[in-house]
T-cell receptor, first 112, second 115 residues
Framework: GESVGLHLPTLSVQEGDNSIINCAYSNSASDYFIWYKQESGKGPQFIIDIRSNMDKRQGQRVTVLLNKTVKHLSLQIAATQPGDSAVYFCAETRAAGNKLTFGGGTRVLVKP | GAVVSQHPSRVICKSGTSVKIECRSLDFQATTMFWYRQFPKKSLMLMATSNEGSKATYEQGVEKDKFLINHASLTLSTLTVTSAHPEDSSFYIC???????????FGPGTRLTVT
């Protein structure tokens, strides 16, 4: 389940199940969105991106969905594995060359 | 490709001293580098944007005289934390990109501890 508190929201998922991580973004003018994975003590690692002229993009085991009407972004991880345990951040930007704005992050814990 | 390194990965310094963190793009020319700060269990906070050959642009609330940024070449940017205090202890992460593209490539981060 998902919990929200003083710490990062945490999504606990059974190994092999699918994970869905949600993100609400703030700027309706943003036109590029990225999902990053960050393992403890490391820098963010690119997972997948999507431009505002698309509503869905698939990668290897990951899918990003974009709903511009409600300014919502989601990351779906298929067949979640122990190596997927990490903190996931969404980020948005307005135009090529502009700075990224990061969301608050969601911790994913994969239970064996 | 698109590898960004940071040095050192960890540093401990005494209060009042200065410490320099390097960010290098190893296989591309980075016209822009970004410096972020991350507290435990928090998201990344942009500190400043650094363009090669020009002064860095600092985010609101970031002291430019305390966090000195130099981007002297297309492959190297440095962040110097001057007169460090325990509250400066944090995880500092850089990213780099080349001109007018969306993608940023992140370094592995530097853990700074000020005693």
């Amino acid at each position: 389940g998902e919990s929200v508190g003083l710490h990062l929201p945490t999504l606990s998922v059974q190994e092999g199940d699918n994970s869905i991580i949600n993100c609400a973004y703030s700027n309706s003018a943003s036109d590029y969105f990225i999902w990053y994975k960050q393992e403890s003590g490391k820098g963010p690692q690119f997972i997948i991106d999507i431009r505002s002229n698309m509503d869905k993009r698939q990668g290897q085991r990951v899918t990003v969905l974009l709903n511009k009407t409600v300014k919502h972004l989601s990351l779906q991880i298929a067949a979640t594995q122990p190596g997927d345990s990490a903190v996931y951040f969404c980020a948005e930007t307005r135009a090529a060359g502009n700075k990224l704005t990061f969301g608050g992050g969601t911790r994913v814990l994969v239970k064996p | 490709g698109a590898v960004v390194s940071q040095h050192p990965s960890r540093v401990i310094c005494k209060s009042g001293t200065s410490v320099k963190i390097e960010c290098r793009s190893l296989d591309f020319q980075a016209t822009t580098m970004f410096w972020y700060r991350q507290f435990p269990k928090k998201s990344l906070m942009l500190m400043a944007t650094s363009n090669e050959g020009s002064k860095a642009t600092y985010e609101q609330g970031v002291e430019k005289d305390k966090f000195l940024i130099n981007h002297a070449s297309l492959t190297l940017s440095t962040l110097t934390v001057t007169s460090a205090h325990p509250e400066d202890s944090s995880f500092y992460i850089c990213s780099a990109r080349w001109d007018r593209v969306y993608e940023q490539y992140f370094g592995p981060g530097t853990r700074l501890t000020v005693t």
